[in-house]
Structures are given as C-alpha cells and as structure tokens.
C-alpha cells in the first residue's frame, strides 16, 4: 500500500487527474452496489494504482478502495491523527495503521468501519491527554 500511495501522491504533484470510473459488484443476494469514483483526488489516486497495478484485477481494486478508505479515515478520524504525519516530503503511516489498512474488511460503501479500524489499531495510538 505504501507504494501505492507513493505513486498516488506523484501522481497529484503531476496534476494527472485521471478519469472517473465507476464499478459495480453484485452481491450473493442479487443486489448491485455501485461504487462511483469522480472526486478529482480519488480519481487521480485511482489512475495512479490503475498504472501501478491495473483495475482490471481483483488485487489492484483492493489496493486502490483500501487507500482511499485509509486516505477517507485520515481525512475525518481525529482519533486517527497520532497515527501519520504529512508533509511535503512525503507521509508517515504508522505500520499498524498501514497493516490494519490491509486486512480489515471494507464496508459495503467501499470505507472502512472506523470503529473496527480503531480497535485494531489501538494498541497504536498515542495516550489521550
């Protein structure tokens, strides 16, 4: 994943936006989600894991929905903010938070439980003070 979002992020640095895209998987019970990606940053770092691993493959959809559900927890999870530092040299993700990333399941809207991500990481995280 971390190769991931290094290619994510030199791709936004190229202003290559990429295009939106749009999947659709149906459930055992028939059911059709459709997952939509048109936000100009979650279309550029979609191309970007499109380059590196191609969509076309189950593996490169996992990488590419579970950066940006990571990069969707960052972005809204104050708890989460111990866990990485941004910069414009680049990031640090905590590897917990980066390994929690990796196994835990995504929800039916593509993002992860945030409850779910925080217990799995909780050993991780700084001490309230």
Known sequence: ???AWEAAREAAAAE???QPRAVAFRRADGAVIEVLIADEDARCWAAAVDGMLGLESLYGMAVCF???ALIEV??????????????REGAEIHPTLLAAAARIPLAADAR???????AMVAGALPAAT
């Open 1 to 3: 994943m971390i190769q």
């Open 16 to 18: 290559a936006w990429g």
């Open 66 to 68: 579970r950066l940006l």
């Open 74 to 87: 960052m972005a809204t999870a104050p708890w989460a903010r111990g866990l990485f530092s941004l910069s």
């Open 112 to 118: 992860f439980d945030h409850a779910a991500l925080r």
